[in-house]
Antibody, heavy 117, light 108 residues
Framework: EVQLVESGGGLVQPGGSLRLSCAAS????????MNWVRQAPGKGLEWVSY????????YYADSVKGRFTISRDNAKNSLYLQMNSLRAEDTAVYYC??????????WGQGTLVTVSS | SYVLTQPPSVSVAPGKTARITCGGN??????VHWYQQKPGQAPILVIY???DRPSGIPERFSGSNSGNTATLTISRVEAGDEADYYC???????????FGGGTKLTVL
C-alpha cells in the first residue's frame, strides 16, 4: 500500500524553526518527484515546494523562498522541509504529496504547524 | 503569476449534474488536475490531465478543458460527493504548482 506519513509539526514561536519529515512506503520513493502543500485553517490549498526525484531540481513558492528548505534522502525513503524564520501566516496543516507528473496522486494525512507566541 | 479562479460554492440536488469551473488565461493550453477534499481529510486526486480518472474514481467524475475554462463535471450527484474541490495546473513560466481557491459543493 502506498503511504506517506508526515511528522514534526507542533507549536513554535514566531521566528523559530521546525523540521518536518515525510516517511514514504509502498512504492519506489527514489523514482518520484515530491511536493509539500499546506492549508491554513479554513483556507484553500497552497503549494509550498517541489523536489525532483534525484533532488537536483527544487522550486519554492514566493511566500517561503529563502526561509524554507526542501530535501530528501532516497536511502531512507524520506522527504523533509526545514522551516526557518517562521511567521504566524505559516500556520497550517502541511502535507507531503507524491508527484508522478500527472497531478499529485498520493497525499499524507498532514501535520499541523502552529506559529504563535 | 498565474491565477486560477473557481466559484466559492456550487449547490446541486441529488441525482443531478454538478459543474465546477476553473478559469485561467488560456488554461486550455495547460493540463488541469482536480482534487476532492472532505472535512478533516487530505485531498484526493479525482481527475488528471484534464479528463483522466485515477483508478477507483467513479465514472460519474469527468473533466474538460478548453479556452479559458476547465470544468469538473459530477453526474448523478450523491450525498457523499459533498466536499471542497480544487483545480491545479503547473505554471511553467514560474515553475510553480498553482491551485484554484476551491469550490464547496453542497448537495441539497
Amino acid at each position: 500500500e502506498v503511504q506517506l506519513v508526515e511528522s514534526g509539526g507542533g507549536l513554535v514561536q514566531p521566528g523559530g524553526s521546525l523540521r518536518l519529515s515525510c516517511a514514504a512506503s509502498g512504492f519506489t520513493f527514489s523514482s518520484y518527484e515530491m511536493n509539500w502543500v499546506r492549508q491554513a485553517p479554513g483556507k484553500g490549498l497552497e503549494w509550498v515546494s517541489y523536489i525532483s526525484s534525484s533532488g537536483s531540481t527544487i522550486y519554492y513558492a514566493d511566500s517561503v523562498k529563502g526561509r524554507f528548505t526542501i530535501s530528501r534522502d532516497n536511502a531512507k525513503n524520506s522527504l523533509y522541509l526545514q522551516m526557518n524564520s517562521l511567521r504566524a501566516e505559516d500556520t497550517a496543516v502541511y502535507y507531503c504529496a507524491r508527484d508522478p507528473a500527472a497531478g499529485l496522486d498520493c497525499w499524507g494525512q498532514g501535520t499541523l504547524v502552529t506559529v504563535s507566541s | 503569476s498565474y491565477v486560477l479562479t473557481q466559484p466559492p460554492s456550487v449547490s446541486v440536488a441529488p441525482g443531478k449534474t454538478a459543474r465546477i469551473t476553473c478559469g485561467g488565461n488560456n488554461i486550455g493550453s495547460k493540463s488541469v488536475h482536480w482534487y476532492q477534499q472532505k472535512p478533516g481529510q487530505a485531498p484526493i486526486l479525482v481527475i488528471y490531465y484534464d479528463s483522466d480518472r485515477p483508478s477507483g474514481i467513479p465514472e460519474r467524475f469527468s473533466g474538460s478543458n478548453s479556452g479559458n475554462t476547465a470544468t469538473l463535471t459530477i453526474s448523478r450527484v450523491e450525498a457523499g460527493d459533498e466536499a471542497d474541490y480544487y483545480c491545479q495546473v503547473w505554471d511553467s513560466s514560474s515553475d510553480h504548482w498553482v491551485f484554484g481557491g476551491g469550490t464547496k459543493l453542497t448537495v441539497l
